[in-house]
């Protein structure tokens, strides 16, 4: 059993930056490739990206790829989201999942665990 926790969300201007977190809980961390993902109301929740469980791999979305970046300390059983060059467009609820269903990118068919998410607002 993972428990997942997201933080460091909150309000930003556009074109300013944030570090999410996911903490996770239990054992094995490094077994589990994690996944970062967004919603906005109406909405489908959508893969913003994927790192592998040791961190030597990662895959992001084309509608985030060289802003947004992934990275993973398994010392501290947590991963983390960079977030660069923030636009409006980006403000959404942040989720990350965990899974050891896949290598590297997470879908939400194979994601094992979820965060209850983190808001980011981006103000224009």
């Known amino acids: 059993q993972v428990q997942l926790v997201e933080s460091g969300g909150g309000l930003v201007q556009a074109g300013g930056s944030l570090r999410l977190s996911c903490a996770a809980s239990g054992r094995a961390f490094s077994s589990y490739a994690m996944g970062w993902f967004r919603q906005t109301p109406g909405k489908e929740r959508e893969l913003l990206g994927s790192?592998?469980?040791?961190?030597?791999?990662?895959y992001y979305e084309d509608s985030v790829k060289g802003r947004f970046t992934i990275s993973r300390d398994n010392a501290k059983n947590t991963v983390y989201l960079q977030m660069n060059s923030l636009k409006p467009e980006d403000s959404a609820v942040y989720y990350c999942?965990?899974?050891?269903?896949?290598?590297?990118?997470?879908?939400?068919?194979?994601?094992?665990?979820w965060g209850r998410g983190t808001q980011v607002t981006v103000s224009s």
């Open positions: 999942a965990a899974s050891t269903r896949v290598v590297v990118v997470v879908t939400i068919g194979s994601a094992e665990y």
């Open positions: 790192i592998s469980g040791s961190g030597g791999s990662t």
